[in-house]
């Protein structure tokens, strides 16, 4: 009965899944050790632990918003080459030069405004734009070697890097909590110091695996990636926006920026257990495209979708029976939310999710544009609801739910016709 029911998941998931969902594992822990660790350290300071919280906001959110498009950028070109026999060290060089790129470009407006930067968002600590500069770096040289390892097939090395990267910030916090360390600047470079780590450990078989090939003009992969990388900011702005905007509009409540953030974090541990999923749901769909295979294409994308929504359930019905008690006892954070509080915030995390794999749908499919003008309409409606006259916790909660399903309703209509 086991083993049935373990085929049965292995052929609904596309292949590497597995592979990838323990490094996953790990590193989704690893982001609980280390939050956990970095509050309790810094408890008796409530202006380091919000700086620390947006700080970790900031990084998952603009930071993956920039960096991650990439990678799905150099694994669907990859995918592509792989499928035609071509070799992928074009495409690993031309991904590497528009990550730099986009590094450059986001470091000089950090270095010329960080000052100001520090005073609005870190409560003047200066040192934390320093961190957040060498957290952009580090996660710009991962995706680079995790594009070319997820085109390639490479999953079992993909696993080694994110488990290596988990293992090393559980170490690491661990052992600065344990050392009585009080420093924030020192729990934000973990950000930095684990993923190159990670990175030099593992790069070798993407070098090695990455063929010469075919030139790979720029129009082959930076074509859709400025739509691609407003789409992926505006799809981290609305899954981490609640944070950012608490501190933004309510400078002074510092517990409720640490509650929320300690609660997304939680209500988004299916979101851990999907990034193994979309990683490999990615190549599936690109390599399915590239195949003309039509008929896999359509079972994988709505095997997806079913497979997301029962996981953003579960993950929800958890949430909301055992969250609010968790918060202050693993991350010692302020017992001020309720059930509600994460009920919405489940919901908006299953909605979420399903829109990610509407939209690699629509990346792979030719329907860039469509997957960027879904998530401006629902940046729009998040915004219109954050700026409404309810309270404050109520309208940052409500408006990432009510904004992820208007995203995921505009996609699904999006696909009409594309998919059938």
């Known amino acids: 009965?086991?083993?049935?029911?373990?085929?049965?998941?292995?052929?609904?998931?596309?292949?590497?899944?597995?592979?990838?969902?323990?490094?996953?594992?790990?590193?989704?822990?690893?982001?609980?050790?280390?939050?956990?660790?970095?509050?309790?350290?810094?408890?008796?300071?409530?202006?380091?632990?919000?700086?620390?919280?947006?700080?970790?906001?900031?990084?998952?959110?603009?930071?993956?918003?920039?960096?991650?498009?990439?990678?799905?950028?150099?694994?669907?070109?990859?995918?592509?080459?792989?499928?035609?026999?071509?070799?992928?060290?074009?495409a690993l060089l031309r991904?590497?030069?528009?990550?730099?790129?986009?590094?450059?470009?986001?470091?000089?407006?950090?270095?010329?405004?960080?000052?100001?930067?520090?005073?609005?968002?870190?409560?003047?600590?200066?040192?934390?734009?320093?961190?957040?500069?060498?957290?952009?770096?580090?996660?710009?040289?991962?995706?680079?070697?995790?594009?070319?390892?997820?085109?390639?097939?490479?999953?079992?090395?993909?696993?080694?890097?994110?488990?290596?990267?988990?293992?090393?910030?559980?170490v690491f916090s661990v052992g600065l909590a344990v050392a009585g360390v009080h420093s924030t600047f020192a729990f934000a470079m973990i950000l930095t110091v684990a993923p190159l780590i990670s990175v030099a450990a593992t790069v070798r078989p993407a070098l090695t695996e990455a063929r010469p090939g075919t030139p790979a003009p720029w129009r082959e992969m930076s074509q859709r990636l400025g739509m691609l990388v407003a789409s992926t900011l505006l799809a981290q702005l609305l899954v981490n926006i609640a944070v950012i905007s608490t501190k933004v509009i309510s400078t002074d409540d510092t517990e409720l920026?640490?509650?929320?953030?300690?609660?997304?974090?939680?209500?988004?541990?299916?979101?851990?257990?999907?990034?193994?999923?979309?990683?490999?749901?990615?190549?599936?769909?690109?390599?399915?495209?590239?195949?003309?295979?039509?008929?896999?294409?359509?079972?994988?994308?709505?095997?997806?979708v079913l497979v997301t929504g029962s996981l953003g359930a579960a993950g929800g019905l958890c949430a909301v029976a055992i969250g609010p008690a968790l918060l202050p006892a693993l991350f010692s954070a302020p017992d001020i939310l309720t059930a509600a509080d994460f009920g919405w915030l489940a919901f908006g995390t299953t909605a979420y999710m399903i829109a990610m794999v509407l939209g690699q749908a629509l990346l792979t499919s030719g329907g860039a544009r469509k997957q960027l003008i879904s998530w401006v309409v629902g940046t729009a409606v998040l915004i219109g609801i954050t700026v409404s006259p309810m309270a404050l916790r109520s309208r940052v909660e409500i408006a990432y739910a009510i904004g992820a399903v208007v995203v995921a309703a505009c996609m699904a209509v999006g696909l009409r016709g594309r998919v059938r």
Request: net charge positive.
């Open 1 to 90: 009965m086991t083993t049935t029911l373990s085929a049965r998941i292995s052929t609904a998931l596309p292949q590497g899944t597995a592979l990838v969902g323990g490094g996953t594992a790990v590193l989704g822990l690893a982001s609980y050790v280390h939050l956990s660790a970095a509050n309790h350290a810094l408890n008796g300071d409530s202006d380091a632990t919000a700086a620390f919280s947006v700080l970790w906001t900031v990084v998952f959110s603009i930071g993956l918003g920039l960096f991650f498009p990439v990678e799905q950028e150099i694994t669907r070109v990859v995918a592509a080459r792989k499928v035609a026999g071509d070799g992928a060290r074009p």
């Open 95 to 170: 991904g590497a030069a528009l990550s730099g790129s986009l590094l450059c470009a986001t470091l000089l407006p950090l270095a010329l405004l960080a000052r100001p930067i520090a005073d609005l968002l870190f409560d003047g600590d200066i040192s934390l734009v320093f961190s957040l500069a060498g957290a952009f770096a580090a996660l710009s040289c991962a995706h680079v070697t995790r594009g070319v390892l997820a085109g390639l097939g490479l999953f079992r090395t993909y696993g080694m890097q994110l488990g290596l990267d988990g293992m090393l910030r559980i």
């Open 257 to 304: 920026v640490t509650a929320l953030l300690a609660a997304l974090v939680l209500a988004r541990v299916p979101l851990f257990v999907f990034g193994a999923f979309q990683v490999s749901l990615l190549r599936g769909l690109s390599t399915a495209a590239a195949e003309g295979d039509h008929r896999g294409y359509s079972r994988l994308l709505l095997r997806a």
